[in-house]
């Protein structure tokens, strides 16, 4: 068969004998089982604080349109090859029939009959985490002064907010209570997946959160400190706050990693139930662990800009530091003034 009438061949298929070899459906974005979004906390972090995936299409829309650019480009190839053999076209051919005459159409029906979901096959691939809940009361520093009046106070006030009755747990808790020197928020830890935090009906929130087994902790998250205990057997229902659901890697000195340098599943124990239904009581008092949060972030930005942040006590966000021996003794950073006092 000579070039004419290969022409006058390819002018004659019509887009419908092209597109009934296209498959009815085709998987534009693969994702390979090494790929996941574990190293993207903060994005994971917001998507779980605004319950929905927004922040994270909006982070990986250039990641996801190479990923689909790339599997259209697969499946063209793939029709190319398949036109030449049912048409017995030559390459030439075969090729201005993809990529000139029906392209915008081809990528079309290629768009339209995608079933990939890129981001969910990356959140299948992604670790589970440690995650806490701020039960939204704040434990006082200086544990190691407190007379035993002074702890049994605290004691109670533990055990008030997590609704338990009997004295099973209390020598672990005011052991937790003394360790635990430098106070911070009491929370509650637990091993899940961020898809299981997102409802599936991103317009309707969960009202309340139901704990078996419970891990709880008194956190320091700005200092790294802390200590936890178990309640092996203990139930607790309380009424719940999205705003104090955190990732505990979201946080520079997290409990988990960075304080005590356990495993993500050291929690598993804890299992967290989320109802639509809601409980009687005191609402959960927002944590302040977000904003502080934040504010580490924009400490760190700052001194990525080779600057530094009067009242950012971490030492390593400061340059030219030095040592006063004089009262009262401490390091100085001559830029901003900040001061540690020994």
């Not at 605290?154 to 005011?174: A, C, G, Q, T, Y």
Request: aromatic share 12%; charged share 30%.
């Amino acid at each position: 068969m000579n070039r004419k009438n290969l022409t006058k061949m390819e002018t004659k298929i019509a887009l419908s004998q092209i597109a009934e070899l296209l498959p009815a459906y085709v998987s534009l974005c693969y994702v390979d089982s090494g790929e996941n979004l574990s190293g993207r906390v903060d994005e994971l972090q917001q998507c779980i604080s605004e319950n929905c995936w927004d922040k994270l299409y909006e982070k990986l829309d250039d990641y996801l349109c190479d990923c689909q650019r790339d599997g259209i480009e697969y499946y063209k190839h793939e029709l190319k090859q398949d036109i030449m053999s049912k048409f017995e076209l030559d390459a030439d051919n075969a090729e201005k029939l993809v990529y000139e005459t029906f392209q915008d159409r081809i990528e079309e029906i290629l768009y339209d009959s995608d079933e990939s979901n890129a981001v969910k096959d990356l959140l299948n691939n992604t670790q589970n985490f440690s995650f806490f809940i701020d039960t939204g009361l704040q434990i006082e520093e200086g544990s190691w002064h407190w007379s035993r009046s002074e702890q049994t106070g605290w004691l109670k006030k533990i055990k008030r907010k997590l609704k338990i009755e009997s004295n099973e747990w209390d020598k672990n808790i005011r052991l937790m209570l003394s360790q635990a020197s430098s106070g911070g928020q009491l929370v509650i830890y637990f091993y899940e997946s961020v898809e299981n935090l997102i409802t599936d009906d991103t317009e309707k929130d969960w009202k309340s959160v139901s704990f078996t087994n419970p891990v709880i902790a008194i956190i320091d998250t700005y200092h790294g400190s802390g200590d936890h205990t178990f309640l092996p057997g203990h139930k607790y229902t309380s009424s719940f706050n999205r705003n104090n659901l955190f990732i505990d890697l979201y946080f520079k000195y997290n409990y988990t990693n960075a304080v005590c340098g356990m495993t993500q599943d050291w929690c598993r124990n804890s299992i967290a139930k989320y109802s639509f239904e809601t409980v009687r009581g005191k609402k959960v008092t927002p944590s302040p662990l977000a904003a502080k949060a934040l504010q580490d972030r924009e400490y760190t930005m700052i001194y990525s800009k080779e600057k530094c942040s009067l009242g950012d006590m971490d030492i390593k966000r400061h340059r030219d530091t030095y040592y006063i021996n004089d009262f009262p003794c401490g390091v100085k950073c001559p830029h901003c003034g900040t001061f540690w006092i020994d």
